[in-house]
């Protein structure tokens, strides 16, 4: 059984119920319990909430092995990884803004649905290497995007290992779809590095080798397997545990204060009520 596993957070606002969920979740999977705080997005993120991450999970009676990584400071091992990609011919610029895809979109009016909406269309997919130069040159903005069908066909059939619930109760080893997400973006220019390739590397360099996290997220090893296997990198393996919902059956957002482990905590709830409050809720989750 792997035994290194991690809680990611986004310093973007304060922990609620499901963060403290999947926090305890994590620490419990493993016998090495590490932290990163997937910071990113500069525009989002802020170190006061940094600050209060690891001031709640303190709280909540966690530990976890020092130093915290941060994402903001691992951008020249998100390039690197970037170079690699590059140099086999899997990246291409894509200069479509989100209305132009959108326009895309409803003109061709059968665009496959992926996880996160319907499928980027591949519009910029086929401009010759003199128009990506040209467009490059005139200053367009751009992000790169992976070439999904150049990436099946490079790491062949895949699967991935599943400890967890899955998204329908599926353990074992699970069949990846390298073409679930389409042409996924996995850098901007105010954003270096997207979310699945920053944590494929990032999960490699910390040896995390259970990924433990929300059923929401399962998806996403479809396209993270495939990135390690294109980058090189070990797999780990997955436990995709299921959700803590509110009273209206939704999952709890950082938008809902009252729900905060800030907000609990003064009202005068205790690590003790977070645990029991949670457990309880067992029977909710979902």
Same mark, same amino acid.
């Given at each position: 059984?792997? @035994? ?7 310093? @973007? ?33 802020? !170190? ?10 303190? *709280?909540? $009676?966690?530990? *976890? ?10 951008? #020249? ?31 061709? #009016? ?50 991935? @290992? ?19 997400? #389409? ?8 954003? !270096? ?38 980058? $090189? ?34 009202? #005068?709830? @205790? !690590? ?11 029977? $909710?989750?979902?």
């Amino acid at each position: 059984m792997p @035994t290194t596993t991690r809680f990611a957070p986004s310093p @973007t606002g304060y922990l609620h119920l499901g963060h403290a969920f999947a926090a305890l979740t994590a620490a419990r999977q493993g016998t090495r319990f590490l932290l990163r705080l997937e910071d990113i997005d500069a525009t989002r993120c802020r !170190p006061a909430f940094a600050a209060a991450i690891l001031e709640d999970l303190s *709280w909540l $009676g966690l530990t *976890w092995e020092q130093p915290v990584l941060r994402q903001s400071e691992r951008m #020249g091992a998100y390039a690197a990884a970037l170079k690699v990609l590059k140099s086999r011919g899997l990246l291409y610029p894509c200069f479509c803004t989100r209305a132009d895809i959108a326009d895309e979109i409803a003109r061709s #009016g059968d665009a496959p649905n992926g996880p996160d909406g319907p499928r980027y269309p591949g519009t910029c997919r086929h401009f010759s290497d003199d128009e990506r130069s040209e467009k490059i040159a005139a200053g367009i903005a751009y992000a790169l995007r992976l070439d999904a069908t150049k990436a099946a066909a490079a790491v062949g059939p895949l699967s991935f @290992t599943e400890f967890g619930a899955g998204s329908a109760g599926e353990t074992g080893r699970i069949a990846v779809d390298p073409l679930l997400f #389409g042409d996924v973006v996995l850098a901007r220019k105010e954003t !270096p590095s997207a979310y699945h390739l920053a944590v494929v590397v990032d999960d490699a360099f910390q040896g995390v080798d259970l990924v433990t996290r929300g059923n929401d997220l399962f998806a996403a090893a479809h396209i993270q397997r495939v990135l390690q296997m294109l980058l $090189g990198l070990p797999e780990p393996a997955y436990a995709h545990h299921r959700l803590i919902l509110d009273a209206a059956g939704k999952k709890f957002s950082k938008r809902d204060r009252a729900v905060t482990l800030r907000s609990l905590r003064a009202s #005068g709830l @205790t !690590p003790e009520d977070i645990r029991d409050r949670l457990s309880s809720a067992r029977q $909710g989750i979902s």
